[in-house]
């Protein structure tokens, strides 16, 4: 029997995640199918247990669901206890088991697509939302020679920061300092706004790294204008697929040919 899994969102009309799945299914001959539901703004976890109901396996969680799925969930795992989110359901009999598979998805883009390990580096982390929430731990487990996380409004920051032992602030606090890797996690990008970074923010030889994908932010060109180095989060995309489908079925999935056909 094909066993069933989901991604649930609001909208999700442009979800990659159904393509991804069918690509690691294919790759590792797993018997299953993988459809987007939009879930009524007002009915998450309504549409969640019927999809368990129905038999479902698991789900993928997308924005805005992601804290009312940490909330839904029965069980819950450090990556999600950290995150105080879930992107990634397991359904076991009563049991909804909860993880966050966002963090180790970038991780494993920086240091097996981008070739760069977060280990011993100057990192900036922008944003103080569920997005930086969800990359804190995998983060720090790197051990970083200084994690920083900025946020225009400055205490949600510096509560973040203590949250994973590291340093924050607002990005007034940024001038004359410089990192090796500077991760935008903020909203911006949606709006197509810059955040208020010093020219001098960038290290040499550093990467400029944007969780969103399939556009050209003013990030991105903010950092290629000072001639460095950038990548966007269609890589993190496909590598926090992996994580999950690994949870799900015990086998780990190529990723490398699944987000060259993407990019192309």
Known sequence: ?????????????????PRIYAEFARQTGQDLSYEAIEAPLDGFATSVLAFRAA???GANVTVPFKEQAYVLATERSERADAAGAANTLTFDGDAILADNTDGTGLVNDLVGNLGVDPAGRRILLLGAGGAARGVGLPLMARRPAELYIANRTAYKARELSARFDCYGGGFDAL????????INATAASLAGDLPPLPDDI??????????????????????????VRTADGLGMLVEQAAEAFRLWRGVQPQTAPVIALLRD
């Open 202 to 227: 960038f290290a040499d030889g550093a990467l400029a790294y944007d969780m969103m994908y399939g556009r050209d932010t003013p990030f991105l060109a903010f950092a290629r204008a000072r001639g």
């Open 55 to 57: 038999g479902g396996r």
């Open 1 to 17: 029997m094909t066993d069933r899994y989901a991604v649930f969102g609001h909208p999700i009309g442009h979800s990659k995640s």
């Open 175 to 182: 001038e004359g300092r410089r990192f090796d890797l500077v």
